[in-house]
């Protein structure tokens, strides 16, 4: 998995691509918790280039997805999401 951070005047874009598994989930949920840390709370995810991901990975986008709501101070948007990824958040209830 590979991760790369662009700061933009109101968000930040996250760009995942490769997989997000039980391996790799804690490497997202650090990216996360890093921009949260640094004050960034509003988040776009391009999964554009993301093949895979796992429970592991959907556990950490609702972590992060929290922490950037907590006290009404920011939102995490999923964006490019893959067709089956975005079968698998529907049916789960993430969206």
């Known amino acids: 998995m590979e991760i790369t951070t662009k ?6 874009l996250l760009s995942i691509k490769g997989k997000v598994d039980s ?4 490497d ?5 918790e890093m921009l949260n840390h640094d004050g960034q709370f509003k988040i776009v995810f391009d999964m554009g280039e993301l ?4 429970s592991a990975g959907f556990r950490a986008l ?3 997805q929290r922490n950037c709501k907590r006290y ?10 893959p ?4 079968e698998a958040l529907e049916l789960t209830g993430f969206t």
Do not use: F, Q, W
């Open 23 to 26: 391996y790799t989930a804690p």
């Open 28 to 32: 997202l949920s650090k990216a996360i």
């Open 72 to 81: 009404n101070r920011g939102e995490m948007v999923l964006a490019a999401v």
């Open 7 to 12: 700061h933009y005047k109101h968000c930040d």
């Open 51 to 54: 093949e895979y991901m796992s």
């Open 62 to 64: 609702l972590i992060g």
């Open 83 to 86: 067709k089956r990824i975005m």
